[in-house]
């Protein structure tokens, strides 16, 4: 392989996975680096597609052997992996988001097959499907001056159907993460489904705050009046409620702002008031309209809770725009890094594989948010592109392949100074 060609692959590529690295046992690294790097050139969600992009070193079977009874922890990388994203994440307040997908599948014997209910409401599904349930947990970061994006961290399959077995997903996630985000300010978007007592009462016992969506139709009431002195019976522990009539009575304030990568005309209204299913936990509420200029009419109105009362409304609204990320993760993940056609026979195989895939998938979304003048370059894959094109993590798989198709890159790992770094013309002229 000519080395100047490797010259256009950006240095911070070749750091990060030496960080991931040491999350691995010295003679797993190679395996995981080929693996690694096939799951990131290829749109397929098979271990048979990466091994045959690649130039690997061992048979095929070794791969799956590794795979199924490698010893080696998948949660210790991904704990990596989160403490690399944290630490390139310069901003002051860090969000994410929880939520699930469902992948479709034909077969009970696939790990954690339920029948579920399919509540994107798609015309060419099912009201009910079988497939498997991740829930999964992203970091959402800003790229460019208004753009969002999400970086995979972690998922889990939902043990069972239904909410609660979502519900337990979710808090496992929390946990498996929470020290890599301690002395952080850390906001978790929700949204209709996840919020629950349960969940958002675990999530603020570790220092988190929560913004999320609720039913309109949430009881919530006024911070109750001190006791009188000589006031007979027990004191209220709730105030009067708010009703339809009194949220109509509320100061209604209209303004404009950049949602969802486009400037939106919305109206709200705002209170400090108190949660009943919190049991009595004082928030933010923002009642929000949405201007829909195709139907030239207000949308229906919805409810936003921040467990942060210092935050205001405008802020509240901006911060829970950024929930819609996770969508967007989720249909790439699925439609073009393989998460739809991945398939394991154990649920410990499906998640080791699951996230070497989300891994190669987040290190091109973190080239792409810090970008710099290499990661523009390898994303031009034809000379008529030019620098005014966005760059994605698609068109920098374009470019990887080009250069790395049929590369042995395990020959790129340094065992005596336990470094992955570029070939020099000496390492190049023996592996080309």
């Known amino acids: 392989m000519n080395a100047r060609r490797c010259s256009t692959i950006p240095r911070e590529l070749f750091d990060w996975i030496t960080f991931l690295a040491q ?23 098979f271990v048979t597609e990466a091994y045959l992009v690649m130039d690997m070193r061992n048979h095929w079977t070794s791969y799956y052997k590794w795979l199924q009874k490698g010893k080696w922890s998948w949660l210790a990388l991904v704990n990596q992996f989160v403490c690399l994203a944290v630490s390139l994440n310069d901003k002051d307040t860090i969000y994410l988001a929880i939520d699930d997908t469902l992948t479709l599948r034909a077969s009970r014997k696939a790990p954690a097959s339920q029948i579920h209910h399919q509540h ?19 970091m959402i970061v ?20 239904g909410n609660t077995g979502k519900l337990r997903a979710a808090k496992v996630l929390i946990r498996a993460v929470l020290r890599r985000f301690q002395g952080k300010s850390v906001r978790l978007l929700l949204d209709s489904w996840y919020m629950r007592q349960t969940l958002i009462e675990t999530v603020q016992r570790n220092g988190f705050s929560v913004i999320g969506q609720v039913r309109i139709d949430t009881r919530l009431c006024d911070v109750p009046p001190p006791r009188k002195a000589g006031q007979r019976g027990r004191t209220r522990k709730y105030g009067d409620a708010y009703t339809k009539q009194r949220i109509a009575r509320l100061k209604r304030t209209e303004t404009t702002l950049h949602l969802h990568g486009r400037e939106q005309r919305l109206r709200y209204r705002s209170k400090v008031v108190m949660a009943r299913f919190l049991n009595g936990q004082i928030v933010r509420a923002v009642w929000c309209e ?65 996230h070497i895939t989300s891994i190669g998938y987040g290190l091109l979304q973190l080239l792409v948010v810090y970008r710099s003048d290499d990661v523009v370059e390898l994303s031009r894959t034809s000379p008529w592109r030019n620098n005014k094109q966005p760059v994605t993590p698609g068109r920098l798989r374009q470019g990887l392949l080009l250069q790395l198709r049929h590369v042995n890159v395990s020959g790129w790992w340094d065992v005596t100074c336990r470094k992955f770094q570029p070939p020099n013309s000496d390492n190049a002229a023996q592996s080309g």
Request: glycine share 4%.
């Open 290 to 354: 949405y201007w829909d200029p195709k139907k030239s009419c207000w949308r229906t109105e919805r409810l936003l809770l921040s467990t942060d009362i210092n935050m205001s409304a405008e802020e509240v609204i901006e911060s829970y725009s950024r929930r819609w990320a996770i969508e967007t993760l989720f249909h790439e993940l699925k439609q073009s890094w393989g998460m739809k056609e991945a398939w394991q026979q154990t649920r410990q195989v499906l998640s080791r594989w699951i």
């Open 142 to 161: 800003q790229r460019g001056s208004k753009q969002f994006t999400a970086v995979p961290l972690l998922c889990r399959l939902s043990p069972s159907a």
């Open 120 to 138: 994107g409401n798609k015309p060419n599904l099912a009201q009910y499907v079988r497939g498997q349930c991740f829930v999964s947990l992203a």
């Open 23 to 45: 999350s691995l046992p010295v003679r797993s690294v190679r395996t995981f680096i080929e693996l690694l790097f096939g799951a990131m050139l290829t749109p397929a969600g």
